[in-house]
């Protein structure tokens, strides 16, 4: 057998650290190239220090449920860095905050939170959650294209449920997974949100923030930083990448392979091999921005909830608050608190230029009019604003159909995968796992056949 296959990762968010991580596995010597400084290594999984607070850049939320996710961080010697999370879960109303534990289904159940909906659309929204249960799979929702005609306002509006079930259960959960509006997004996203979040089994985190994993993974990879790919083409056995640095000469790779890791709409500006629907579905990508931020105080709130939500009834931009001392003390320093406030996607899209003092006004004087996390203004020691673009999928009706269509065209054979929970899924660290893995797995398959790659040991 002559030298290792080579395998070239367009990518350091987790989709391509976890797709060269298994293609290392099976034996190829992989390079992911990124263009971001080291700092950032993760992408949207990236975890960074600010004046002693470990801010996480985008994601924050692991579940139990993430399977692809879990597994991953034991392949990787990383299980030792977990810390349970806890699973108290809030929800503003009427200017208090109802408190659910999330950890098992008889706490949902027995909780409160639940229970305050009307029996009957409670009843409802379950019975459809069991039927789309089977067609929900982390890297590939396609399957949910049986059950994808209508926004979640138009099916409230089919199945009777009431306005405040719309606006205080379904809201929440389509503006948690995505920043978007129950108009605009399909019914099928907050079953999901359902899925992952509420019968999920509960969070856990690390000290370090979610960078735990990527940072993991990097140091156990080979790793190009501010490697900005430039083209990548298939020529005959072989793919050409070409990528450049600052200061430094056109660099040309040659690889037997390639994973494609970046958010689906940069898909068709680097790869060209591609037919005009492949492209088009990949350019409509329904991403929303995020202006987010993170406060760091001198104390911990007097809030328990590790997550509160907010419906637009109580605040039409403020949505999501991640309080990340409360899902675990290690998280933080001794004795201080870091909260993250999310704002609703068409709120960011508006405000994007808007000065980082502006911003952080507009928060304050959300929770201000909320009456809910007095904290923030008076014992804010540091505040961090991430703009983040491209930030979350939001499925409209119809896209699963779309997303059918694209993955039954797209050859796994092919010596160029696409990785990303965006291409196929939904916006979630577990999805980008499972995608990167697929992609891994298309290509050792590959290479195995053609023989590049030695067959898998028994
Ligand atoms: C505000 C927010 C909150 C979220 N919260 C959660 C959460 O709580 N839990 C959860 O599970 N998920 C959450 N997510 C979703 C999760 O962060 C993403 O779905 C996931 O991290 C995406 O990983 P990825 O590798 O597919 O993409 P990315 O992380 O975007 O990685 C793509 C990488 O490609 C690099 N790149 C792009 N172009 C090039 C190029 N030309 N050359 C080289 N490199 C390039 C980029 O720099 C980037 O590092 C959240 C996302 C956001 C924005």
């Given at each position: 057998m002559s030298a290792k296959p080579r395998v070239v990762v367009v990518g350091g968010g987790i989709a391509g650290l976890s797709a060269a991580f298994r293609l290392q596995q099976a034996g190829c010597e992989t390079v992911v190239l990124e263009s971001g400084p080291p700092e950032?290594?993760?992408?949207?999984?990236?975890?960074?220090?600010?004046r002693g607070f470990a801010v996480n850049r985008a994601a924050t939320i692991l579940i139990h449920s993430y399977r692809e996710l879990i597994r991953l961080i034991a392949a990787a010697g990383l299980a030792g860095e977990v810390v349970p999370g806890n699973d108290l879960f809030g929800l503003v109303r009427g200017g208090r905050v109802d408190r659910v534990r999330l950890g098992s289904r008889r706490q949902l159940a027995t909780g409160g939170l639940l229970t305050s909906f009307p029996l009957g659309d409670i009843a409802k929204l379950l019975r459809d959650y069991r039927r789309v249960r089977p067609l929900l799979t982390p890297h590939d929702m396609s399957p949910m294209a049986a059950a994808d005609f209508e926004s979640v306002h138009q099916y409230a509006t089919r199945r009777g449920l009431r306005p405040e079930t719309l606006e205080y259960l379904l809201d929440p959960l389509v503006s948690g997974l995505c920043l978007g509006e129950p108009e605009e997004v399909s019914a099928a996203m907050p079953f999901v949100f359902l899925d992952?979040?509420?019968f999920g089994g509960g969070f856990f985190t690390s000290k370090e923030g979610v960078g735990f994993l990527p940072k993991g993974l990097a140091r156990q990879l080979t790793v190009e930083h501010h490697a900005q790919v430039t083209s990548v083409e298939e020529r005959g056995e072989e793919v050409a990448v070409s990528w450049h640095r600052p200061g430094e000469a056109e660099h040309l790779e040659t690889a037997a392979a390639c994973v494609l890791a970046v958010p689906p709409p940069q898909v068709p500006q680097l790869y060209g091999q591609l037919t005009a629907e492949q492209r088009e579905f990949l350019d409509d990508a329904p991403y929303a921005r995020s202006i987010h931020v993170a406060f760091g105080l001198d104390r911990p709130t007097a809030e328990r909830a590790m997550l509160v939500q907010?419906?637009?009834?109580?605040?039409?931009?403020?949505?999501?608050?991640?309080?990340?001392?409360?899902f675990s003390p290690q998280r933080v320093p001794e004795g201080t608190g870091l909260v993250m406030t999310h704002l609703r996607g068409a709120w960011s899209d508006r405000?994007?230029?808007?000065?980082?003092?502006?911003?952080?006004?507009?928060?304050?004087?959300?929770?201000?009019?909320?009456?809910i996390l007095p904290e923030l203004e008076r014992h804010t020691t540091m505040t961090h604003i991430w703009r983040v673009s491209p930030c979350l999928i939001g499925r409209r009706p119809g896209d699963y159909r779309a997303i059918a269509r694209f993955a039954a065209g797209f050859d796994p054979r092919g010596r160029v995968q696409l990785a990303?929970?965006?291409?196929?899924?939904?916006?979630?660290?577990?999805?980008?796992?499972?995608s990167g893995e697929r992609a891994a797995r298309n290509l050792v398959a590959r290479l195995r056949t053609e023989g590049t790659l030695t067959p898998e040991r028994r």
């Amino acid at each position: 057998m002559s030298a290792k296959p080579r395998v070239v990762v367009v990518g350091g968010g987790i989709a391509g650290l976890s797709a060269a991580f298994r293609l290392q596995q099976a034996g190829c010597e992989t390079v992911v190239l990124e263009s971001g400084p080291p700092e950032l290594v993760g992408g949207r999984m990236a975890t960074v220090d600010v004046r002693g607070f470990a801010v996480n850049r985008a994601a924050t939320i692991l579940i139990h449920s993430y399977r692809e996710l879990i597994r991953l961080i034991a392949a990787a010697g990383l299980a030792g860095e977990v810390v349970p999370g806890n699973d108290l879960f809030g929800l503003v109303r009427g200017g208090r905050v109802d408190r659910v534990r999330l950890g098992s289904r008889r706490q949902l159940a027995t909780g409160g939170l639940l229970t305050s909906f009307p029996l009957g659309d409670i009843a409802k929204l379950l019975r459809d959650y069991r039927r789309v249960r089977p067609l929900l799979t982390p890297h590939d929702m396609s399957p949910m294209a049986a059950a994808d005609f209508e926004s979640v306002h138009q099916y409230a509006t089919r199945r009777g449920l009431r306005p405040e079930t719309l606006e205080y259960l379904l809201d929440p959960l389509v503006s948690g997974l995505c920043l978007g509006e129950p108009e605009e997004v399909s019914a099928a996203m907050p079953f999901v949100f359902l899925d992952v979040i509420l019968f999920g089994g509960g969070f856990f985190t690390s000290k370090e923030g979610v960078g735990f994993l990527p940072k993991g993974l990097a140091r156990q990879l080979t790793v190009e930083h501010h490697a900005q790919v430039t083209s990548v083409e298939e020529r005959g056995e072989e793919v050409a990448v070409s990528w450049h640095r600052p200061g430094e000469a056109e660099h040309l790779e040659t690889a037997a392979a390639c994973v494609l890791a970046v958010p689906p709409p940069q898909v068709p500006q680097l790869y060209g091999q591609l037919t005009a629907e492949q492209r088009e579905f990949l350019d409509d990508a329904p991403y929303a921005r995020s202006i987010h931020v993170a406060f760091g105080l001198d104390r911990p709130t007097a809030e328990r909830a590790m997550l509160v939500q907010a419906s637009r009834v109580e605040h039409p931009d403020l949505c999501a608050f991640v309080l990340e001392h409360n899902f675990s003390p290690q998280r933080v320093p001794e004795g201080t608190g870091l909260v993250m406030t999310h704002l609703r996607g068409a709120w960011s899209d508006r405000n994007w230029e808007l000065g980082d003092d502006k911003v952080v006004d507009h928060v304050l004087a959300g929770v201000r009019r909320m009456g809910i996390l007095p904290e923030l203004e008076r014992h804010t020691t540091m505040t961090h604003i991430w703009r983040v673009s491209p930030c979350l999928i939001g499925r409209r009706p119809g896209d699963y159909r779309a997303i059918a269509r694209f993955a039954a065209g797209f050859d796994p054979r092919g010596r160029v995968q696409l990785a990303g929970g965006d291409i196929l899924g939904h916006s979630t660290t577990n999805s980008s796992v499972a995608s990167g893995e697929r992609a891994a797995r298309n290509l050792v398959a590959r290479l195995r056949t053609e023989g590049t790659l030695t067959p898998e040991r028994r």
